[in-house]
């Protein structure tokens, strides 16, 4: 696409800060052992730098994986010192590596919503965040919660973006005859379902209608939603084709269902795949798709074929320049508000 950026902006990487991977190593060996040990891109930083560096000048938003969620393993009091603790060390981070990092998202938690809130407050007042992270469920509770609603408000109030991961354990089983997923299906296929759902529960609490400002994020591409588009507008969009609760499923509705979804700003991480990308730019258009590529997790190469597929991915798109460097830059400083 020629010169039209010389920067690129990974807008959903993932990290576990150095002293907060400690505490995890320490506290929880478990969790520690079983994804976080074994990726030393997430807290060795110059391992991270050295993967980086391959791929030209790419600035980071940085955001605490892996999953699982904070508040799956850690109790309401212990979960408040970690999200300070991984907030004010990802702050060390941005002002240190300006050159590498261009934001960070803030870690809550979200089994102490109070403290949630104070956290987002201090997060983006004292430490110049950009956002908040949050997962398709909050310990098996969805988003659309009243008790989580003050959260939407306090983002839609800061004009900034809630990033949103899916999340499911293995627990969560395939069928109900069985105790817990097989064959990885609850990560590889069920996770892009959480997505879909957590979207769904928004679209249908009225979210948009009440902040209609609002921008959420979401990882892998929008989940299911590009490819089901017609599904979903044959099924919520048809007044002949009515399920018993319609008219209460589209109470304080003002538009088409499918005009909703197409609110929600969606991340490159399906690893490549340019069709997919595609689908998802006649879904919601190249201003809502930020570059995003998963790193270094589900990647044995820790982010190096991530990152390689997921551009090339992008630059194969039949889409202008103009749009390649939106999707790459100018999308995610809209979003966080940001210039470089």
């Not at 904070?70 to 004010?88: G, R």
């Not at 008790?147 to 949103?164: R, S, T």
């Not at 992008?314 to 995610?332: G, L, Q, R, S």
Request: hydrophobic fraction near 40%.
């Amino acid at each position: 696409m020629g010169n039209t950026y010389s920067k690129k902006i990974d807008a959903y990487a993932h990290i576990s800060p150095p002293k907060y991977t400690e505490a995890i190593r320490k506290n929880y060996p478990g969790f520690y052992n079983q994804i976080l040990g074994h990726v030393p891109p997430l807290f060795d930083m110059d391992a991270r730098f050295r993967i980086m560096d391959k791929f030209g000048q790419i600035l980071q938003v940085l955001t605490v994986g892996p999953v699982p969620p904070l508040e799956d393993f850690a109790d309401a009091k212990k979960s408040v010192e970690l999200a300070k603790l991984a907030n004010d060390e990802m702050a060390e981070l941005v002002l240190k590596h300006k050159d590498r990092f261009l934001a960070a998202i803030a870690l809550l938690p979200m089994n102490n919503i109070e403290a949630a809130i104070k956290e987002t407050d201090r997060a983006i007042k004292e430490l110049g965040f950009k956002g908040i992270y949050l997962h398709s469920n909050i310990n098996g509770k969805p988003l659309d919660s009243p008790e989580f609603q003050p959260l939407f408000q306090k983002m839609a109030e800061y004009d900034l973006p809630i990033y949103v991961h899916p999340w499911r354990s293995n627990d969560f089983a395939d069928y109900l005859s069985e105790k817990e997923s097989k064959y990885a299906i609850v990560s590889t296929f069920g996770w892009p379902y959480e997505t879909t759902v957590m979207m769904t529960r928004l679209v249908f609490s009225g979210i948009f209608e009440k902040y209609p400002n609002l921008k959420v994020i979401t990882h892998h591409c929008g989940g299911m939603v590009p490819y089901y588009e017609q599904r979903i507008v044959q099924h919520y969009g048809q007044t002949d084709i009515k399920y018993h609760d319609y008219d209460e499923m589209m109470k304080g509705l003002t538009k088409p269902p499918i005009e909703y979804y197409r609110m929600f700003y969606n991340d490159t991480a399906i690893h490549g795949n340019t069709p997919a990308l595609m689908l998802a730019y006649h879904f919601c258009g190249a201003d809502h798709i930020v570059f995003g590529a998963d790193m270094p997790l589900g990647d044995p190469n820790f982010g190096v074929r991530s990152y390689q597929q997921t551009i090339n991915a992008i630059e194969a798109m039949d889409i202008t320049d103009a749009e390649k460097k939106m999707i790459f830059v100018d999308n995610p400083l809209k979003l966080l508000r940001m210039t470089i």
